[in-house]
């Protein structure tokens, strides 16, 4: 009898080993390889995002890159949808060449009613006062649960506000994003965040003749206006990142003039240390409030609202340059 019942324990216990190890009901297949426009519930609300799955997903995990729109701007104008030129739909090119996932998120409406990001300006009062850092680390998850992702590589970019929120990532999620790229941003002057504490891989793409957000420092705005908060200097936001990776110059080269129309040059600045780069710096000559583009060329009334647009290079790329470049 003992025998019996030693033998009934063993099998009850392996039948509870097998339960545990079976694989759950499948879920629902996760979106196909394109566009998808989705939302997800964080902090009571739906926020909308939009996904790009490139062609070659599969079973290897891939890096995850998020373009972040500017203040004003929505989700369709970010994808090219809204019929508006957007250098920031070539990322989806990029994807399908080199083998990434992009999410574009939606912040939520602040003070004039479009979208904002929540970035760490502490005296600007036009941005909402929504928990994004807490939306994008939710929307890691979310992709991570549908699809194979390299944790090892998720990146954010951002362009003015967008850029100011992914210098906010960098700061308060340093161990979650491998690197980070604002575009036409700067630190903030005035931050309601805590003091960067650790070395990020960060790159700067900003306009000497920026009429919104002054290259060498100060009030927001065109003309400056105080709700919109002010940032620091291009150079001192470089240093900021620099000082805590112990980085200096060490290769600087004026990229080739593409387009001798559009205002300028740029001049690519690379800093490292311990033969890493750390950051990197595109001085766009003349460039205004817009993000270089070769193929997706802004307006020319866009261009007397906000300034000149460079045509050398092609921002997507150079900031997945920089990403490849700067990951170990």
Not at 13 to 33: D, N
Not at 281 to 294: D, E, K, N, W
């Amino acid at each position: 009898m003992v025998l019996l019942r030693a033998a009934l324990l063993v099998l009850w216990l392996g039948a509870l080993a097998a339960c545990a190890q079976t694989t759950p009901p499948a879920g629902p297949a996760p979106p196909a390889a394109g566009l998808h426009v989705l939302t997800l519930e964080h902090d009571g609300q739906a926020r909308r995002y939009a996904l790009y799955v490139p062609a070659r997903a599969g079973s290897d995990p891939l890096p995850l890159v998020f373009s972040l729109h500017g203040g004003g701007v929505t989700l369709e104008d970010q994808i090219g949808a809204s019929g508006y030129k957007s250098p920031f739909k070539l990322w989806m090119e990029l994807a399908d060449s080199e083998g990434f996932y992009v999410v574009y998120p939606e912040g939520l409406p602040g003070a004039y009613g479009k979208p904002t990001w929540n970035d760490c300006r502490g005296d600007a009062t036009v941005s909402s006062d929504a928990d994004d850092v807490g939306f994008i680390l939710a929307l890691i998850d979310e992709v991570a649960a549908a699809y194979p992702l390299d944790r090892r590589r998720i990146y954010a970019s951002g362009m003015s506000n967008g850029g100011l929120m992914a210098l906010r990532l960098a700061v308060e999620a340093p161990n979650t994003f491998a690197a980070v790229a604002a575009v036409c941003a700067s630190m903030p002057a005035v931050s309601k965040c805590p003091v960067p504490a650790r070395p990020l891989p960060v790159l700067f793409m900003n306009g000497t003749a920026d009429p919104n957000l002054p290259y060498g420092g100060g009030t927001i705005g065109n003309p400056p206006r105080a709700s919109h908060g002010s940032v620091l200097s291009t150079a001192a936001s470089v240093a900021v990142w620099n000082n805590l990776a112990g980085a200096h110059l060490t290769t600087q080269r004026t990229l080739p003039d593409l387009d001798p129309n559009d205002g300028g040059v740029v001049t690519e600045s690379d800093y490292r240390a311990g033969g890493r780069l750390w950051v990197r710096l595109y001085t766009v000559g003349g460039g205004g409030h817009a993000a270089p583009s070769i193929r997706e060329r802004y307006s020319a009334l866009f261009e007397r609202l906000f300034g000149h647009q460079n045509h050398d290079i092609e921002t997507a790329r150079e900031v997945w340059r920089f990403f490849a470049a700067a990951t170990p």
